[in-house]
């Protein structure tokens, strides 16, 4: 029990410091754009767009986490082949006894341009309020340990100052997009930069340390190989200081059926997050609505806790597609 409670008291202190742990991470990254650039926000079929994600892992093992993010964006003012989107991202972390939990919640903004009838350029820009919260009275510690037994009465003689701790964040990115109109190929390209501040994140005391820069870089890609079939494939890298994360996968798209309001496809894909996890993927899109599911088969060396339980994640994407004005002339690419 000593030893457990020693090393809740680890796993606290560690997320505390500028580590790159304590920002999310996601295995269907490409349904949160949004987290890994702001310049995401608009770049979707559709005139609005709202986003759930859920995330459960490692619940086999005392700190599992669980992770939500809820977006939504809608392109505001267009004019001939310009752009301007605005979006909003709301995103949680909650992990172990003391449930320390990490939130962000902002605005972003984004400037699209077409550079031709196939491509898009756009600049995008976020602020956001980043909170740390951690429930102390869920902690034992060793001081609170006498003759064998617990007593939550006892004082931990802990040097919390307070149990929260909250500050600004600014991010910036850009991303590349192609796709020519009445085609189902596409790629996306992006870049972002996020805690460009380096805000101060601290429950008291000596904690003062800045929050790294993070620098999230992805890409995505569909192409069409058949009538009904398609080739998927992706990839995103992270860095967070002295973390790093590298994913990379692919797989098929079934067009099971087509035509105006009755467009369902099936997209099966493998992808591997380098010295982590395994990660087989199922997306159903039926019109407007798109659901997928992933799961984390853990590989790394925390497998001997985990047994290869690693997480479910389960997202959902919602889309307002105004109906094609027929014989319409379109002069710039679906954003």
Avoid at 186 to 200: D, E, K
Avoid at 278 to 285: D, F, G, H, N
Avoid at 309 to 324: D, F, H, M, N
Wanted: net charge positive; with cysteine.
């Amino acid at each position: 029990m000593l030893r457990y409670s020693l090393a809740t008291i680890y796993v606290l202190l560690s997320c505390a410091a500028p580590v790159a742990a304590q920002d999310l991470h996601y295995s269907q990254f490409y349904l949160n754009p949004s987290h890994l650039t702001p310049a995401a926000t608009g770049v979707f079929e559709g005139k609005w767009r709202v986003a759930g994600l859920y995330r459960s892992q490692w619940r086999t093992v005392p700190v599992g986490y669980e992770t939500y993010s809820i977006s939504a964006d809608c392109k505001a003012f267009q004019r001939e082949k310009s752009l301007i989107s605005l979006g909003v991202l709301l995103q949680n972390d909650q992990a172990g006894d003391g449930n320390l939990s990490w939130t962000q919640g902002g605005l972003t903004v984004a400037a699209a341009h077409s550079i031709g009838p196939s491509s898009s350029v756009s600049l995008g820009f976020g602020i956001a309020a980043i909170q740390r919260t951690v429930d102390i009275s869920h902690l034992k510690f060793k001081n609170q340990w006498a003759n064998d037994f617990f007593d939550p009465n006892l004082p931990s003689k802990e040097p919390f100052a307070r149990s929260s701790g909250m500050a600004p964040t600014l991010s910036a990115g850009f991303l590349w997009h192609y796709q020519p109109v009445e085609s189902r190929n596409r790629a996306t390209l992006g870049i972002g930069a996020f805690h460009l501040n380096r805000p101060v994140v601290s429950l008291g005391g000596a904690d003062k340390a800045k929050l790294p820069i993070r620098i999230p870089v992805f890409a995505e890609g569909v192409f069409q190989l058949q009538e009904n079939v398609d080739l998927v494939a992706f990839a995103a890298a992270q860095s967070m200081q002295s973390a790093k994360e590298f994913m990379v996968g692919g797989g098929l798209r079934q067009i099971l059926t087509t035509g105006l309001a009755n467009m369902t496809s099936v997209r099966a894909t493998l992808a591997t997050r380098f010295g982590d996890a395994i990660i087989p993927a199922v997306q159903l899109e039926r019109n407007n609505w798109l659901v997928g599911i992933s799961y984390d088969w853990n590989i790394s060396k925390f497998n001997e806790a985990t047994n290869g339980r690693g997480g479910i994640e389960i997202g959902v994407i919602w889309r307002l597609v105004p109906v094609p004005v027929p014989n319409a002339v379109q002069c710039c690419p679906v954003f």
